[in-house]
């Protein structure tokens, strides 16, 4: 696994250190909204499965708040390809309750590529009448489809590369790396 990979872009200190910071700022804006609101927030967090797990996992020791976690399946990325094909909800791998009145959401993502996947998942919670519906993703990429799609909260921007670790995957493996990195060309060829 260590042979395939081409370089290391995001290191574990520099995740480590920016997590800290991204779960400090979630936890106050969930504190201010709380304040404001006057009552109790009820939060629900939606890991996006699977890329999110390794994400979700760190993220939310680093959240000292009442949470509830309910997760959703999405597919994207059949097989070996780096290219996108849509995205489709995996009903077998979603917990999510048909009704969300009242809840404060939070949908956290692995990479925000093409905006099929937060779109499909925004669009889906949102009939759900959560009272607050807000996203957060690991990983943005550079292009103007990532750049314009509105999310909350972002922990790296990073340039328009297929990238694995750390959770994300290339058909299904990598995703233990506990770094974000590229791939050697002759491993994945983006496809055309
Ligand atoms: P989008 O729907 O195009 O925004 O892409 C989101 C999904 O595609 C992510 O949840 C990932 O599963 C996958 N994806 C997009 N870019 C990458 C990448 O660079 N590496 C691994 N998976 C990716
Ligand atoms: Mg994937």
């Known amino acids: 696994m260590q042979g395939d990979i081409q370089r290391v872009l995001i290191d574990r200190a520099a995740i480590a ?10 936890v106050a804006d969930l504190a201010a909204a709380e304040d404001a609101g006057d009552q109790p927030i009820e939060l629900t967090l939606v890991p996006i499965l ?9 993220l939310i020791r680093r959240m000292p ?27 077998a791998l979603t917990h999510v309750p048909d009704d969300l009145s009242g ?13 099929r996947t ?7 919670l949102r009939q759900r009448n959560p ?8 990983l943005r990429k550079q292009i103007d489809s990532a750049m314009d799609f509105p ?34 060309p002759e491993v994945s060829r983006a496809a055309p």
């Open 65 to 91: 708040v009442k949470m509830k976690i309910r997760v959703m399946g999405v597919t994207s990325y059949p097989g070996a390809t780096t290219a996108s094909r849509g995205a489709a909800v995996v009903e």
């Open 17 to 26: 250190a920016r997590l800290d910071a991204l779960a400090d700022r979630i």
């Open 118 to 124: 937060l779109r499909l998942v925004t669009d889906t």
């Open 50 to 58: 699977t890329g999110s797990i390794i994400f979700v996992s760190d």
């Open 151 to 184: 999310v909350d909260y972002v922990a790296f921007d990073i340039p328009d590369q297929f990238v694995v670790g750390y959770g994300l995957d290339y058909d299904d493996y990598y995703r233990n790396l506990p770094e974000i990195c590229t791939l050697k």
């Open 131 to 138: 009272a607050e519906l807000r996203t957060c993703v690991l």
């Open 103 to 115: 809840h404060h959401v939070l949908v956290v993502d692995d990479i925000l590529d093409s905006g």
